[in-house]
Nanobody
Framework: QVQLVESGGGLVQPGGSLRLSCAAS????????MGWYRQAPGKQRELVAA???????NYADSVKGRFTISRDNAKNTVHLQMNSLKPEDTAVYYC???????????????WGQGTQVTVSS
């Protein structure tokens, strides 16, 4: 009933930039926090950045000053602008959203399918 669809991953050289986007659709009453997580091979999934409906953002220390998260509440979208990319940023990036269903009015956590980001020369 609710879907998160990501786009924007790919291969980029060190120092380059990428912009990830995620769109939520379906029977949505409201969306609270939206965020991006990543998982590198052999590692646990970790929070990259998150943003509340009011626009308050927080970042992992490893990406502060390089990544910027933003959202468009009217379009139910969240974006992650990634600059000065490093090889250690290579991972599958997942969109996450805390969504209240229009049908049940219950809040649940939803995940996108993931998009690969590879930083390599």
């Amino acid at each position: 009933q609710v879907q998160l669809v990501e786009s924007g991953g790919g291969l980029v050289q060190p120092g380059g930039s990428l912009r990830l986007s995620c769109a939520a659709s379906g029977r949505i009453f409201s969306i609270n926090t939206m965020g991006w997580y990543r998982q590198a091979p052999g590692k646990q999934r970790e929070l990259v950045a998150a943003i509340t409906s009011g626009g308050s953002a927080n970042y992992a220390d490893s990406v502060k000053g390089r990544f910027t998260i933003s959202r468009d509440n009217a379009k139910n979208t969240v974006h992650l602008q990634m600059n000065s990319l490093k090889p250690e940023d290579t991972a599958v990036y997942y969109c996450n959203a805390d969504i209240r269903s229009r049908v049940t009015l219950k809040r649940s956590d939803y995940w996108g399918q993931g998009t690969q980001v590879t930083v390599s020369s």
